[in-house]
């Protein structure tokens, strides 16, 4: 009798440990859901290592470091001597990505704001719906207003001979990055556990005091983490500024000078040079450039928003 | 009953006061945006036919449709989501159902973030460093749609890996209790239980890909082609490119071309968007848990 039990549960477990094709089949999916799950950093690899392959001829051979960062001057193809100083591209890009935050920064925390702790109901629905939506507008579609709207608004407004100009970008730019800082702020005072709140009332708190005194200082890192995101996002922001900004090379003395940015200088050279020419290894190096400030940018951002959510 | 003090008066003032300069503070940024779109429909509006959206461009593109542009940014849309979804999908299944919390993980997550920061042009030079000439695709659609796949994965992933963890830990626990392997209850009951909401991020990313312009330029879509791609290793033209070429590169085009391309654009987005919402929504209303 013993005997029978014993080879009935050996029998069992002999069933048990089977590798059946049910088992292959499992660990072979968990592979292959591992190849996706560490695409991101292969990708975010490639990106770096493809354009440092294509640009670092330039970096090796013409690459200036005083010229490069310093000079205003860029001159891809000048016939006399070729110049590579991409200070006034950066004076462009930080000028528009500056104004865009003074326009956006304010609305944006403001409505995130009146979004995630006054309004209710069927507003608050509504008004996160016309966000995404807002956030959803293709850049081109932003540069093409900026031509075609902003430019004889600005030029009647404020009867300046030229309306593509950093006011117009900046406007443009705020208008565009302003739905996306409103998401990540709403859910970063969403993130501030209600019985903060709740305490805080059952004080005798208004609900204004409520915000100012207990749900924005706790929500600060988030909020900081938004506006990271915004900056970042305005200075990789291409179509947008390409289109409203002028596109001419200068060193903005008011908002009403025309500038040209770093993306979109690479936007309109690239298609006319030559595969591995100095000046397409240029826009390369630019591009990299771009990488690591936006890399680190978001990098920040990352670390900041993920401080508060440990605490 | 308390009588109300000067403080409660006070108090309540600045509270209404604050609630509402926030609430104008929204209102100024949706007013012009709505503005602009209403600039767009009656300027862009009389463009609009079912001949303007069928028929190729003539005279230099000042006259006639959009048709390969809008045949193109299908194309493009495609291949994309072919490469990217299955992607998408496995990163998201792999990140919710086996990633275990260390360093690998935590590197996984810090990709997808900044994968989804790289500056649109910045994805441009990729695509033409790695598809267009290490793998040899040339300019063609394959180069651009993948370009694109890369660029929009982030939004794949994070939808996709938001509606796996929103079904309930239970349901998994229910599954292997019967003996069946990761696998089996990935597919049998994770996956049916998020599909919607894997659906409303792979919308979103359709909405993405069809709007997005540097990453294309140099990859695969063109200024103008006289004839339709015939297959992945050609040239297209793209809805998004063609209204930066109609806007700002060809001499002489009348006012409402531009428009009404800016128009049919921004509809195929929008409705895109608004599709993944309403999906949202609905699955959210009908949820059992």
Known sequence: MATVVEKTVSAAVDDMDRLTWDWYLDKVVQVLMFIGGISAVVFIIGIFVFITKEGIGFVADAFDFKE????????????????????????????????????????????????????????????????????????????????????????????????????NAGIIL??????????????????????????????????????????????????????????????????????????????????????????????????????????????????????VITFIINLTADLIVRGIRKQ | MFAETELNQKNRRTQRLFRILFGLMTLALIIPVFLILATLIVKGGPAISIDFLFTQPKNGMTAGGVFPALLGTVWLVIVALLASVPLGVAAAIYLSEYAPDNWLTRAINLAIINLAGVPSIVNALFGVGAFVLFFKFGTSILAASLTLAIMTLPV??????????????????ACWNMGATRWQTIRRIVLPNAITGILTGVILEVSRTAGETAPIMFTGAAFFLPF????????????????????????????????????????????????????RMYLRGKKKW
């Open chain 1, 174 to 291: 705020g208008l565009m990055a302003a739905p996306i800082m409103t998401s990540i702020a709403e859910d970063a005072l969403k993130a501030v556990p209600d019985r903060y709140r709740e305490a805080a009332e059952a004080m005798g708190a208004t609900r204004w005091q409520v915000i100012s005194k207990v749900v924005l200082p706790a929500a600060k890192n988030g909020l900081l983490g938004a506006v990271l995101l915004g900056v970042g996002r305005g200075f990789g922001e291409t179509m947008a500024v390409l289109m409203a900004t002028g596109h001419a090379i200068n060193i903005p003395t008011s908002v009403f000078d025309s500038v040209r940015a770093l993306t979109a200088t690479i936007a309109t050279e690239l298609g006319e040079t030559a595969v591995g020419s100095t000046h397409y290894q240029a826009l390369f190096a630019i591009g990299i450039f771009l990488f």
């Open chain 1, 68 to 167: 490069f960062f310093f000079s205003p001057n860029w001159r891809p193809t000048s016939e006399t001597k070729e110049t590579y100083g991409i200070l006034a591209l950066i004076a462009g890009t930080a000028s528009v990505t500056g104004l865009a935050m003074v326009v956006a920064i304010p609305f944006s925390l403001g409505a995130a704001i009146f979004i995630a702790e006054f309004a209710r109901g069927k507003t608050r629905e509504l008004l996160k719906v016309t966000v995404e939506l807002l956030a959803a507008i293709p850049s081109v579609v932003w540069g093409f207003i900026g031509l075609s709207i902003m430019n004889p608004i600005i030029i009647e407004t404020f009867d300046v001979p030229v309306g593509l100009n950093v006011l």
């Open chain 2, 156 to 173: 794949v992933i994070v939808a996709t890996r938001e509606s796996l963890q929103a079904v309930p830990h239970a349901f998994r626990e």
């Open chain 2, 228 to 279: 339709l791609p015939q297959s992945v290793f050609d040239q297209t033209m793209a809805l998004s490119l063609h209204l930066y070429v109609v806007a700002t590169q060809v001499p002489g085009v009348p006012e409402h071309l531009p428009f009404g391309v800016a128009l049919v654009l921004i509809a195929m987005v929008l409705i895109m968007n608004s599709l993944s919402i309403a999906l």
